[in-house]
């Protein structure tokens, strides 16, 4: 199987010289977790993630996509084979990779993400998915709790490259909060700017979560997880024990690296 079979041939791009604003909107507009950017021919040039718009002040509105963007860590051609490239992709710690015609033109052609990959390989080889959640789950995972400043969580996630991070009381999972969340709510862009800008005080994470959360049991098998990641698009599935205990995360990453086993 080619990366040509499986990629979404029909994902935003976004030129180099446009502004950063238009960046922000169609990231947060259409559910993106990377904007490939290319020049005036279609060359694929770099990216921009959730973590790099997220970076930039609010109140800059001058600043052009060139000057945030940053190199994606891997690229795909599509004529790649699929398990390869997923391989390259897991190596990197990629989830998404821009795809190019050639490695000598790049003209850019889509984007290849783990879900690609996923939801095909359930229906054609769901023998792969029949684990148990606890046997590829992270258990040592990283928490926040609700009274967590936001600026706090996201500069610790910008640090640890994490995308989403499980929120804890009393030893309970309570919510979950994500890149896209802290993007859609807006309330850590004005603490992003100079001590002038400052106007409030920091939100805490409390208001920006998500508590409709969607968890798993240890003994859920992996399949069923995968559906649940593939039709409600999200990244990372918490694992909690009969009473509600956190005892582990599964992401789109983990069943990928079973998947290519």
Known sequence: MRVKEIMDSKHQSIHKHELATKARALIRDFDLRILPVTDENGKLLGKI?????????????????????????????????????????????????????????????????????????????????????????TKNVLTCSPEDEVDNIWRLMREKRLAGLPVI???KLVGIVTQKDL??????????????????DSTKILSVMETNIVAAKPSVKIIKVARLMVSKNIGRVPVIDEGGKLIGIVDREDIARLLIK
């Open 49 to 137: 993630s959730r973590r790099d718009i997220m970076a930039i002040s609010s109140s800059i509105s001058a600043i052009r996509v060139e000057g945030i963007m940053t190199p994606a860590r891997h690229i795909a051609t599509v004529d790649d084979e699929v398990y390869s490239a997923i391989k390259q992709m897991l190596q990197v710690d990629a989830w998404y990779a821009p795809v190019v015609s050639n490695n000598n033109e790049k003209i850019y052609c889509g984007v290849l993400g783990l879900e690609s990959f996923i939801e095909p390989l359930m229906k054609t080889n769901p023998e792969k998915f029949l684990k148990d959640t606890s046997e590829i789950m």
């Open 169 to 171: 009381k009393n030893g």
């Open 183 to 200: 993007l859609e709510s807006g309330a850590i862009l004005p603490a992003f700017e100079s001590s002038k800008g400052r106007f409030r």
